[in-house]
Structure formats: structure tokens, C-alpha cells
């Protein structure tokens, strides 16, 4: 019923409208980047040192917090120029990527943000991102670190440099030593083996002990399995996009996991670090952990009891002999797009990369940094791990980055990937579905909002 | 049910029980009647069972704040297990540079400023709306009415890519300004101006010389008191407790109000443990501004809600 | 009550002072309520309905430049045809059909067990019932999950091991945190309904022998009803709008998804960039609360005020 006031009132709201339309729609920043896909650019953006000193914002969920302010601290310190203020937030994963696109679509960004590799193509697609390839502090850092991870960080774009690298996340098996010994199991090198291994704890243990912790949590872990496999999920093809979930490399992974659940070796109820799964790991329910080198961290924080009979040793192979490993994880330390200070961003995000995981060290247990001056000097890599009983997981680990498959591409979507492929694990572990299904239900969820978002999607 | 026996005031409860030798008879209630003996055990035994049920789970919180960390999760829930209060208030003090308390000045800021201010704008809008009969009144009010039923998100989405693209989101503002309109609130005060304000009153008024506005901050405002403060505290809590609209708003944590902050550090406890605690803790501390307002207001609240309910 | 007429004399273009007066007035009352409406409430929907009719196109490959291009009804579609948002939607239903009955017996019930107690008595039970209405839902949540969780639940301790974050029990266990938070405001809301009525109908029904249950049966609950009526629709307000409770509880559940419910669904695509998609769904929203509002507003109307 269309009253006098109310008409007006509509109308009135009606006429600020056309305002809205003329401000510009597409995404935080029309920047240079933004033209980017046209084609490969040099360096577009200018990158002016600063005048005085300047104070940016760096957004991380590095723990602990302690051990992040001090080194932040350190940098304040030795640059008295640049003030870094270091803000504890959300897990990427756990929603925190959703404040930062937030962020970035109100204007209020950090200057330097933590993104996993697997995201920064999501936040290059919304212009999230600042080429710093022109700053001075980033002419060297190419040469710093592995050649995929610089593609990765260039995210696909040659020459560009929106990311320092921080640590590098190879996948390889964590395994409780006392309990192989016990049963006198062999340490697997080749998945046939792991599947025998476990069906015979099942049997020695009246099923008291899995072999591996896995649900819905662990969607990375099984993209980074895919990833070993020799699986190219997602693939840029031209102008357009490919998903391509489903190959015969990912429905090898997918049906092993799922024949494990049927023998019911996994304990479904625990999964990526949440604490049913710490508790497992503490009172021996569960022999295997498959994950990235960020665990040993965990490990020791997590499950103190079992000190001292955790090792780590490579993952294994579907082949014998094979040598071919993925990642889960791994994070690079971002500029964003729409910060002023981009010389400062720069010269901190490589300090950063540089000595964020030996000060971590001291304090959380181990990362793995992915720069070369890291991995190539085995001082570093070969300090033991008392909680590993002496042994040096980082050096198990350093082995695994050789054997990465160094083409893996990530979408451009991955946010709502990963979202809609953890909804349909649920369905896979609560038995209503399989983890093939939940695959290909995420490729077509997937490839439907990418279409939507004006790219050309073919599915494989 | 036991049969309904009406009190026969010539026998006292004391020579019932020499007689009986059963318990003192039970007061009888506002029917006037007086239950049996089962069914008042009955009825008692259902009110108690209730009762654990609503306040249990507080007695679990406050012993759940006690502990110290590493043992929330192995310790049971009944019983304190080395209680350590006052250093989880302490780290809770530090953590963050005293983040909390800055949530919780925020929260205050939020609801009392959005119900203030929301209360004063229903509150006139209610009373014109009663007191003046115009055409188009009632499409005015369902129009407002009407909006009580729209989810949080078609408000809260659009209002923050709105606010984004004027460069306000994130801001203070951009929680406060949207928490003042409650379609709830203009209808408690339209009903409590419609049932507590005599015209024969405002008609006084008037012949008097006083103007509309200060008939009625002088006369209407103090007789519809228990609807507006009703009112009041029903947009206070919602603001209070309201999450999606400032965790899509808000960018800084030095924003957040006391629902947000706890919600982002319950996406932090893998990576951080002492959160679980200040979680714990920081719940604790937030129900009781809440409490102290129902408190200090109960005189008139409790009367403003039998507005809009029963006309017998 | 004031008429206002319009007392031009002459051509009719002078208007009366008492004319502009009134008009001033009314401003003055119904402007600043009605200009916040405008702004924060008629203005977001008009924007999200404007952004609906939006589609997202790009120029030059993946990482092209995004531009927006009019589409119509297209991201409607969309939305209809999305087995996630129709999930989410049977879910609300199902929450808000447990949910509204549920809460109302229980207030009800409650509340007519405290009318036939001393009022003292009485009182002391209702204000522990009114106890957790105190807590606000974020809090409720991470206490009821830390509850559900086997470690730190108290049915742990006598060895009784429920998954209550399992997909069959995480709907009842979200129903139960909402009749914890909200039982006893409505026992309240029901009590201040009972304790209205004169007790002189009772007498009456007394001398006539009728027993409490059946005084209960025959007089209290007719005379509450509007009351119960009312309840039950700020009821179904509050249940449809279901997000804080599920939202925060995906942390520790591994049986709610993003799309558990409309609202949930609408928050995630914001933060997938799909603005429009997420406009969509706000608007679809709205128009099914409207037209919900409306219906029950018809139906109640008479009874409430």
C-alpha cells in the first residue's frame, strides 16, 4: 500500500542509487595488477622510498604470539625507520581469509598480510594483491628460494612478486616408533605396505589402535595426497580454467582412503588439529600421522606424554622406489594491495622470510623455511629434536622438498573450494557418501561459482 | 491430580499436623487452592529438575573458568580441580594489552548507545503513531512491523558493501547507526503510549498552551516509562548479544564488541591455547553486565510486559 | 485526537498555520524513527535487490579486469537451483518447527506449575529460569559446546559418552541451546500473563468444584493465549534468523557445513567474492520473511493488541 511518506522515503533512497553505480565496482583497487592478465608486466608498480618513519600493520596467525612479537620486536629494532605492528588474527583456514577479503573490499587491509601459497591466486583474482617486484628489497628474493614457490608467489605471472615465501610444507609420515617395534611392524615405504601395516594392528590391537586420524578437517591433507599422486586438479588452460578432480590419480588416493575406512583403520573422530586428535596422539590410539613439517611444533605442545616415541620418516610411495611428495600448507608473507608503504612492506616481509623460523625454533619446536640459505646448510637442518628422541625431522623433511611435484597449480577460487570440499567430506565420513564423490561434487560446485565470476571453466 | 480442597481457616496448620502427623500444609496459591501432598512433590520435584537445567550449565562455566588451562578437557565438569581464579582473571587483564575489556566498553558503547538512542526515536515515532490519527498510519506502522520477519543477513550483507563502498565500514558508526532502528521497539512504545497516556491528558495539556513535544517529554514520556524502559533493555540485549552484524562490519579488533572477541578467539584456540581459558573466563565476565541491568531495572520491566500480551 | 484539516481560506493556497504546525509535528515525532528505517533498513534492501540484478564478467582471461553487467534474474536462478541454499532452508524449518512448540510448552508449562505455588517460592525458580536469558548466544554456544564435548562434559563423568556434535544430534543440541537461553523469558512472559487475571474468576470456578487441572485446562490457558500467540511469533523471529549458534559451533563440529543454514550461506559467499549470488540470497530472505510477517500478522492481529 504505497503511501505519501513512504513513496517519498523510496524514491529518495531510489535517487542515491545511481551515485553507488559510478563508484567504481570492481573490487578494492583498480590497479596496475589488475591489467595484468593481459600480459606479462614488468614492474608496473612504483615503489618510492619512504621518507621518515613509517608504521605498517602485519596481520599472522604464526604462533606462538610470544614468539611472533619478539621477533617483531627484533625488526623494530634493528630498522628504526619502520615500525611494523604485528596483529594475532584468525587461521586463514579457520575464517580469517574471509576478514581479510573483508578488509580489503572496506579499504582497511593490513599492509602485509600471512597467506598460504594455495590462497594467493584467490587474492590475486580480487586484486588483492601488490606487485612489489620493483622494490629494491625483492631484487634478490627470487633467487632466495625454490623455483616453484616463486612461481607460486608470482602466482603465475612472470617477474611479479606479490609474496615472500615463509616456510616450505612437504608432506611425510610421522610415526609412533614404539608401537611399530611392539608389533614388529615394518616402517612402510609404499602405501601397499602402510595398508597391510595397518590391517595387522588392527588385528594385533583388537582394533584399540588406528593407524591415522583422518575426517572432513583433513581436506588439505588429501589435496596434497592428490598432489603426490601426480594429480593436477586444478589447471589454468589459456584464457580459461580446468578442474580436473576427479583424474584416475585422484580416484587412486580417493579409493585407498575409503577401502582404510571400510577396514576401519581410521579414527574418524579425530581430525586436523583438534584435541580428540591431540589425545590420540598422547595415549598411543593412533600410529601414523601423514602431514606437513608444522606438526612437530604441535606435536610437542600437543602430546606430551608421548615424548620421546614419535619419529618421522618419508612418506610412502605407491611405487616402490618412487620419489614424489606434495605439500599441505605453507605460507608466504603478502603485500596487499592498497597499502602506502610499499617499499617498508617489502624490506619487511623478506626480513621476515629470512629469519622468522630460526627464531621460531628457539621457542615452538621446527619449520621448515623454504629459503635455500636454509635448507642447503645442515647445521640447521640436522639439529636433533629431543622430542623426536634425538632424531632430526628437518632433515627427513628437506628430502621431501626435492621430491615435490613442482607443476602443481592452485584455482583461483580455492576459498570456496576448499569450503565446499569440506562440507562434502562430512558426507564422505559419516558414511553417507564417498570421498570421490565429495571430489566431484566440489569440482562442479566449484567450476559453477568460477563460471559465475565471468571465467571460462571447462571440467575435465 | 489431587482433589482440590478449599483452606478452612478454623483449622491451623498446627493442629492439622498433630492430627495428620504429615508436613505443614502448603500455602495455598492465587486460585486459592491448596495443592495435595504428591502433587506438590510432583510439581516441586519438576520446578527442580528445571532449575538444574537452567543454571547448571552456568555452575559448569564458573568451574570451567577455575582451571587451569591444560586440564579443561581432562578434569571433569562438576567439580573444581585446582582452582586458580584470580590468575585467569589476571591473564585475562594482560592478554592482548586488556583487549577484552575494550570489547566489553564496546559492547556497552553499542547497546546503550544504539538503544538509547533507538528507544527515544521508537518511542516518539509510537507515541505520534498512537496518539494521532492520520491517513496512512497503519501502512506507516505495518510497513515497520512488517520488517521484523527480514533475517539479519539481508540487513547486515548489503549495509556493509554499502558502508563499503562510502568508506565507513569498519568504523564505530557503521554498528551503531544500523542498531537503532527495531521495529520491535516501536511497537512496545506505540502499545504502551496507546494504553498508559489518557487523551483526556494530553487534550489538558494542550488547552493548557504546551506544545506537542513537551506534552509529551513532560506527561507521556513518564507513563509510558515501563514500555520504554521494556523497550529499552529488549533492544539492549539484541544489540548486546548481536554477532553477524559486527563480524561482517567490523575490520579492527580494537572494534569488536564482547561477542565477536569471543567468537575470534574461538577460531584461535588450535593455535593458541590459553584462549580456552580467557574464553572461559571472558563468558563468565560478560554475563554480568546483563544481570546488573535486569537487576536495577526490574521495577519497570516487569510490569511493561504485560503490554501487548493479555487483554482479559 | 487531533484531526488535521486543512482550513485554507481564499484560493487555497495560504496554508494554515495550524495545517504546517501539525505537519511539523509529525515531523518531528515520525521523521527521526522513520528516517533511520529509510536509511538502515528500506536503503540495504534496495541496494542488495540492486546488486541482485548483477552479474560479474571478465576481460582478459583468469586474472582479467572484473567488470558488472546487468543480468536480470539470472543469480535468482541460481539460487533456486542450488541444492545448498534449499538444505539450508529445510533446516531452518525443521529447527523452527521443533523449535516454536517446543519453547511454548515448556514456558507454558512452567508457568502454570509456578501460578499454583507460593508466590515466593515462585519467584525464586523464576529468576533462576531467567538466569540464562543474562548470557548472551555467543557465550551460550561455547558453553553448551564445551558441554557436548567428551572431556569436559559432565555426562563424561559417569562414563556416558553421546556424540552430541554428531549429524544426527547437532540440530537438537542447537534446539537445546536456544530453550536454555530463552525458556525462561518466556515462563516470565507467561507468568506476567497469568498473574493479570483477576482471581475472582477462580472463586467462581471454585464454588463450581472444578480442580486445578481443570482450571489450568479451561480458564488460564484461553485467557493467555494472545500471550502464548505473541511468544511463539517472536519465536519463530528469532529461529529463522539461526546463524550465531551454528556458525560458532562449526569449530568444534564436524557436522555442520557452511550452508547449514540461509544466513550462513548468505555470510559465506560474501567472503567467495560473490556479491551478487550473496544479494540474491539476502533478498529471497527478506521476501520470505515479509510474506511470513504479513501472514501472521493477519492471523494474530485481533489477538495481540
Known amino acids: ?460 | 491430580m489431587a482433589v482440590a480442597v478449599a483452606p478452612d481457616p478454623a483449622r491451623s496448620d498446627a493442629v492439622l499436623t498433630k492430627q495428620t502427623g504429615a508436613p505443614p500444609r502448603p500455602l495455598p496459591d492465587r486460585t486459592g487452592q491448596v495443592a495435595g501432598h504428591v502433587a506438590s512433590t510432583f510439581k516441586v520435584t519438576v520446578l527442580m529438575v528445571f532449575a538444574v537445567y537452567f543454571l547448571g550449565p552456568v555452575y559448569c562455566l564458573v568451574i570451567a573458568a577455575t582451571k587451569p588451562t591444560n586440564s579443561i578437557y581432562i578434569s571433569g565438569a562438576l567439580l573444581p580441580y585446582k582452582p586458580q581464579f584470580w590468575t585467569n582473571l589476571s591473564y585475562i587483564v594482560n592478554y592482548g594489552g586488556g583487549i577484552y575489556f575494550r570489547w566489553l566498553l564496546n559492547s556497552a558503547f553499542y547497546a546503550i548507545g544504539g538503544a538509547g538512542i533507538g528507544t527515544l526515536l521508537a518511542g516518539a515515532a509510537g507515541y505520534y503513531l498512537a496518539m494521532f490519527r492520520f491517513r496512512g498510519r497503519e501502512g506507516l506502522f505495518l510497513m515497520v512491523i512488517g520488517g521484523m520477519l527480514v533475517p539479519g543477513t539481508a540487513l547486515a550483507l548489503p549495509l556493509f558493501l554499502l558502508f563499503a563502498r562510502l568508506s565507513i565500514a569498519g568504523s564505530y558508526w557503521s554498528v551503531l547507526l544500523p542498531s537503532i532502528v527495531s521495529p520491535f521497539s516501536l511497537f512496545l512504545c506505540r502499545v504502551s503510549a496507546d494504553a498508559a497516556v489518557p487523551r483526556e491528558m494530553v487534550e489538558a495539556g494542550r488547552i493548557d498552551g504546551a506544545s506537542e513535544a513537551r506534552i509529551f517529554f513532560s506527561i507521556a514520556v513518564r507513563l509510558m516509562l515501563p514500555g520504554l524502559v521494556t523497550a529499552f533493555l529488549a533492544q539492549f540485549v539484541g544489540i548486546w548479544n548481536n554477532y553477524l552484524l559486527p563480524l561482517v562490519m567490523l575490520i579492527s579488533k580494537d572494534t569488536y564488541p564482547v561477542t565477536v572477541g569471543l567468537g575470534t578467539w574461538q577460531g584461535q584456540t588450535t593455535h593458541t591455547d590459553i584462549l580456552e581459558t580467557l574464553i572461559l573466563v571472558g563468558a563468565l565476565i560478560s554475563v554480568v553486565p546483563l544481570v546488573i541491568a535486569f537487576l536495577f531495572l526490574q521495577r519497570f520491566w516487569r510490569s511493561g510486559l504485560s503490554l501487548g500480551g493479555v487483554k482479559a | 485526537m487531533t484531526t488535521v484539516t486543512a482550513t485554507s481560506p481564499g484560493t487555497g493556497r495560504w496554508k494554515s498555520p495550524v495545517r504546517t504546525r501539525a505537519l511539523v509535528t509529525r515531523a518531528g515525532f515520525l521523521g527521526p524513527f522513520y528516517t533511520a528505517f529509510a536509511l538502515f533498513f528500506l536503503l540495504p534492501i534496495g541496494f542488495a535487490i540492486y546488486e541482485s540484478l548483477l552479474s560479474q564478467r571478465r576481460i582478459g582471461g583468469v586474472f582479467g579486469r572484473p567488470i558488472e553487467v546487468f543480468s536480470g534474474l539470472r543469480q535468482f536462478g541460481a539460487v533456486f537451483s542450488d541444492p545448498q541454499f534449499w538444505s539450508g532452508i529445510k533446516t531452518v524449518a525443521l529447527y523452527v518447527c521443533i523449535q516454536v512448540p517446543l519453547m511454548a510448552t515448556v514456558g507454558v508449562t512452567l508457568a502454570l506449575l509456578l501460578d499454583v505455588t507460593a508466590p515466593r517460592l515462585a519467584r525464586v525458580f523464576r529468576t533462576s529460569y531467567f538466569v540464562p536469558f543474562a548470557v548472551s548466544t555467543v557465550v551460550a554456544t561455547i558453553l553448551w559446546g564445551t558441554l557436548y564435548t567428551p572431556g569436559s562434559s559432565p555426562l563424561s563423568e559417569f562414563h556416558i559418552n553421546i556424540d552430541f556434535l554428531s549429524h544426527n544430534l547437532v540440530l537438537p543440541a542447537i534446539v537445546n541451546i536456544g530453550i536454555w537461553e530463552w525458556g525462561g523469558f518466556n515462563v516470565v512472559l507467561m507468568t506476567t500473563a497469568l498473574t493479570s487475571i483477576p482471581t475472582e474468576i477462580y472463586d467462581s470456578a471454585r464454588v463450581d468444584g472444578a480442580s486445578r487441572w481443570a482450571m489450568a485446562w479451561h480458564i488460564k490457558l484461553p485467557l493467555i493465549r494472545p500471550t502464548i500467540v505473541m511468544s511463539m511469533v517472536l519465536t519463530i523471529i528469532g529461529t529463522m534468523q539461526l546463524f550465531t549458534e551454528p556458525q560458532i559451533m562449526a569449530q568444534i563440529s564436524d557436522s555442520i557445513p557452511t550452508y547449514y543454514t540461509p544466513n550462513m550461506f548468505a555470510y559465506y559467499q560474501i567472503s567467495a567474492d560473490n556479491y551478487s549470488f550473496a544479494a540474491a540470497i539476502s533478498v529471497t530472505l527478506a521476501l520470505v520473511g515479509l510474506v511470513l510477517s504479513f501472514t501472521f500478522i493477519r492471523l494474530t492481529r485481533r489477538r495481540t493488541y
Open chain 1, 1 to 460: 500500500m504505497p503511501l505519501g511518506k513512504t513513496r517519498r522515503r523510496l524514491i529518495g533512497a531510489a535517487a542515491l542509487i545511481p551515485l553507488l553505480v559510478t563508484t567504481p565496482v570492481n573490487g578494492p583497487l583498480q590497479s596496475a595488477s589488475a591489467q595484468a592478465g593481459l600480459r606479462p608486466q614488468a614492474n608496473l608498480n612504483p615503489c618510492p622510498k619512504q621518507t621518515g618513519k613509517v608504521n605498517i600493520t602485519f596481520w599472522t596467525w604464526e604462533g606462538p604470539p610470544s614468539a611472533i612479537q619478539h621477533i617483531v620486536n627484533e625488526f623494530n629494532a634493528t630498522h628504526p625507520d619502520i615500525h611494523v605492528n604485528v596483529d594475532q588474527v584468525t587461521p586463514g583456514f579457520s575464517g580469517g581469509y574471509e576478514k581479510s577479503f573483508n578488509a580489503l573490499r572496506a579499504g582497511k587491509a593490513p599492509d602485509v598480510d600471512m597467506i598460504e601459497y594455495y590462497e594467493l591466486p584467490n587474492f590475486r583474482f580480487v586484486n588483492g594483491l601488490y606487485n612489489a617486484a620493483g622494490c629494491p628489497a625483492m631484487k634478490n628474493v627470487a633467487k632466495q628460494f625454490p623455483g616453484y614457490i616463486n612461481s607460486e608467489d608470482s602466482v603465475g605471472e612472470p617477474g611479479a612478486i606479490y609474496a615472500v615465501p615463509e616456510d616450505i610444507e612437504p608432506l611425510a609420515m610421522f610415526y609412533r616408533k614404539d608401537i611399530f617395534a611392539k608389533y614388529n611392524l615394518p616402517v612402510p615405504a609404499t602405501w601397499a605396505q602402510y595398508q597391510s601395516d595397518a590391517l595387522a594392528l588392527k588385528t594385533d590391537t583388537n582394533g584399540t589402535v588406528k593407524m591415522a586420524d583422518m575426517n572432513a578437517n583433513d581436506y588439505r591433507l588429501l589435496v596434497g595426497l592428490d598432489w603426490q599422486a601426480g594429480a593436477m586438479p586444478f589447471q589454468y588452460t589459456g584464457t580459461g580454467f580446468t578442474y580436473d578432480m576427479d583424474s584416475s590419480a585422484a580416484q587412486t588416493v580417493a579409493n585407498y582412503w575409503e577401502s582404510l575406512i571400510k577396514d576401519g583403520v581410521i579414527d574418524t573422530a579425530a581430525g586436523f588439529t583438534t584435541p580428540p586428535e591431540y589425545i590420540t596422539w598422547n595415549n598411543g590410539t593412533v600410529a601414523t600421522q601423514i602431514g606437513p613439517d608444522y606438526l612437530t611444533g604441535f606435536f610437542k605442545g600437543q602430546a606430551p606424554a608421548a615424548a620421546g616415541d614419535w619419529a618421522v620418516a618419508p612418506i610412502p610411495q605407491w611405487a616402490a622406489g618412487d620419489h614424489s611428495d606434495g605439500e599441505a600448507g605453507g605460507s608466504a608473507t603478502a603485500i596487499m594491495a592498497g597499502t602506502k608503504h610499499p617499499y617498508a612492506d617489502a624490506v619487511f616481509a623478506d626480513w621476515f622470510g629470512d629469519n622468522y623460523p630460526v627464531q621460531v625454533q628457539l621457542y615452538a619446536g621446527q619449520v621448515l623455511s623454504g629459503a635455500n640459505s636454509y635448507l642447503n646448510n645442515p647445521a640447521v637442518i640436522d639439529t636433533a629434536n629431543p622430542y623426536f628422541g634425538g632424531q632430526a625431522p628437518m632433515s627427513v623433511f628437506r628430502t621431501m622438498v626435492n621430491d615435490v611435484n613442482t607443476n602443481f597449480q592452485w584455482a583461483p577460487n580455492m576459498t570456496t573450494v576448499f569450503s565446499d570440499l569440506q562440507d562434502n567430506l562430512q558426507s564422505a565420513f559419516n558414511g553417507s557418501s564417498t570421498i570421490e564423490q565429495a571430489f566431484v561434487t566440489t569440482q562442479n560446485q566449484a567450476a559453477a561459482n568460477l563460471r559465475s565470476l565471468g571465467v571460462t571453466v571447462y571440467t575435465k
